[in-house]
């Protein structure tokens, strides 16, 4: 069975993240870029499953800019067996386009099985998955916090967390799949496994190539960072905290 990983580039956890001076976005110019968290969790997860015997191929595949490249090198380097880039050039890509971009891609892969993070640390939409299930027409498992594949039925056991608890699902092959937090520790890339993937062929193709028209479905009109926190206040007694929560939060 192959398995076919999404990844995406975004602004690293560690970074603070700054906003334009015309508030049209975030400043991504000379920031550190790194594989979104979620990401790395569902290539390590596919690495685990191939390691285990489930898998033959892992396939990493990323849309976006030139520079998602990098970002193939790195799964080519904790262990992906090769790499799709998708250059979409200075197109925002928003999740539909992405969505529709990687079921062309599973038509032409015929995966067993699609992994992704359940959302990446700079949009937080949490949809990709979703709506890549819904055009394939595949069973998902979302949020997943544990991943037991029945190669011989052609099953999926997906553990997720909700607020009563676990929920425990099972898929029939081909599915989807979006990762949590606690399905796995990623492994680090280690130098070696740096410099092989520097000679890796990266797949290049456009989404025309893929016959996906990249269209704008959401307008950003403006990007302003958060308010800052005002500073607290220590109060004499329970009378004044209930008298500010009604006068000055509105909250009683």
């Known amino acids: 069975?192959?398995?076919?990983?999404?990844?995406?580039?975004?602004?690293?956890?560690?970074?603070?993240?700054?906003?334009?001076?015309?508030?049209?976005?975030?400043?991504?110019?000379n920031v550190k870029m790194s594989m979104n968290p979620f990401c790395e969790i569902a290539l390590e997860e596919a690495l685990r499953l191939r390691e285990s015997g489930l898998a033959k191929e892992v396939v990493a595949v990323s849309v976006g800019p030139t520079q998602c490249a990098d970002t193939l090198r790195t799964a080519l380097a904790m262990g992906a067996d090769r790499a799709v880039h998708v250059d979409a050039g200075t197109a925002h890509?928003?999740?539909?386009?992405?969505?529709?971009?990687?079921?062309?891609?599973?038509?032409?892969?015929?995966?067993?099985l699609l992994i992704l993070g359940k959302q990446a640390i700079d949009d937080d939409c949490n949809q990709t998955g979703q709506m890549v299930a819904g055009l394939l027409k595949w069973p998902q498992g979302t949020f997943a916090s544990k991943v037991v594949l029945d190669k011989e039925n052609q099953k999926a056991t997906v553990e997720r967390e909700v607020d009563g608890g676990i929920e425990t699902i099972c898929l029939d092959l081909p599915a989807v799949i979006t990762t949590d937090l606690r399905l796995n520790q990623p492994r680090y890339a280690t130098l070696p496994n740096i410099m092989k993937a520097k000679s890796k062929v990266i797949k290049k193709v456009t989404p025309e190539e893929l016959n996906v028209e990249l269209r704008p479905d959401i307008e950003i009109v403006q990007v302003t960072e958060p308010p800052k926190r005002k500073a607290g206040v220590i109060l004499s007694s329970v009378d004044e905290l209930i008298d500010k929560l009604k006068n000055e939060a509105h909250v009683l």
């Open 1 to 29: 069975m192959k398995i076919m990983v999404a990844v995406k580039r975004v602004v690293d956890y560690a970074v603070k993240i700054r906003v334009k001076p015309d508030k049209t976005g975030v400043e991504t110019s």
């Open 93 to 112: 890509v928003l999740p539909l386009s992405v969505a529709k971009i990687l079921r062309a891609l599973v038509q032409a892969e015929q995966p067993g």
